[in-house]
Antibody
Framework: EVQLVESGGGLVQPGRSLRLSCAAS????????MNWVRQAPGKGLEWVSH????????AYADSVKGRFSISRDNGNNSLSLQMNSLRVEDTALYYC????????????????????WGKGTMVTVSS | SSELTQDPAVSVALGQTVRITCQGD??????ASWYQQKAGQAPVLVIY???IRPSRIPDRFSGSNSGNSATLTITGAQAEDEADYYC???????????FGGGTKLTVL
């Protein structure tokens, strides 16, 4: 059974740092891209960051670029998100999600999907 | 603002068919994936690719794409289908991930 378990959330003051972790099991972690997705209280899903299987391709949402850093350790089946210079607006439930991809013979041909999600870890940024 | 646009709320009578739409230029390049999120729970994948359902998802859920839009259809909506639904894709460049703003489905 695929499992993703996030940890590291908590209450932190604006401007401070926090590091989130995601422990993966039940699949070959090193074969898949991973994402962090967050959800502010009462709001929708917001993509935060993506890392491909070997860390060769990394992307960030504009709202966190330059402040957050994603990394992975395939040997230990873990994903991390280093969050610096935290802002009140970073307050959210942070999910890690496993990403798969595919190709269809029909237009528009390519697809990506997040087929496993953790339960999330809550980050609250407040003074 | 999201690069994928969804109606904020939709309602459907029990047992009827409801369509939830998602629009965005990136859908000309990529299929949408769809997620169901019930209150207090993590999102669950319900449709991806060309109308592919994960094994645990009932066959009343289906998906389609046309032009710059994607549609999630629930045929014979049940009370347990009441949830928020999100579409997802890559952005037009393919480098970033995007989610729609979500549609709250109410089953009457």
């Amino acid at each position: 059974e695929v499992q993703l378990v996030e940890s590291g959330g908590g209450l932190v003051q604006p401007g401070r740092s926090l590091r989130l972790s995601c422990a993966a099991s039940g699949f070959t972690f090193g074969d898949y891209a991973m994402n962090w997705v967050r959800q502010a209280p009462g709001k929708g899903l917001e993509w935060v960051s993506h890392i491909d299987w070997n860390s060769g391709s990394i992307a960030y949402a504009d709202s966190v670029k330059g402040r957050f850093s994603i990394s992975r350790d395939n040997g230990n089946n873990s994903l991390s998100l280093q969050m610096n210079s935290l802002r009140v607006e970073d307050t959210a439930l942070y999910y890690c999600a496993k990403e798969s991809a595919g190709y269809s013979s029909s237009w528009p041909y390519y697809y990506y999907y997040m087929d496993a999600w953790g339960k999330g870890t809550m980050v609250t940024v407040s003074s | 603002s999201s690069e994928l646009t969804q109606d904020p709320a939709v309602s459907v009578a029990l047992g009827q068919t409801v369509r939830i739409t998602c629009q965005g230029d990136s859908l000309k390049n990529y299929y949408a994936s769809w997620y169901q999120q019930k209150a207090g729970q993590a999102p669950v994948l319900v449709i991806y690719g060309k109308d592919i359902r994960p094994s645990r998802i009932p066959d009343r859920f289906s998906g389609s794409n046309s032009g710059n839009s994607a549609t999630l259809t629930i045929t014979g909506a049940q009370a347990e289908d009441e949830a928020d639904y999100y579409c997802h894709s890559r952005d037009i460049s393919g480098n970033h991930v995007v989610f729609g703003g979500g549609t709250k489905l109410t089953v009457l």
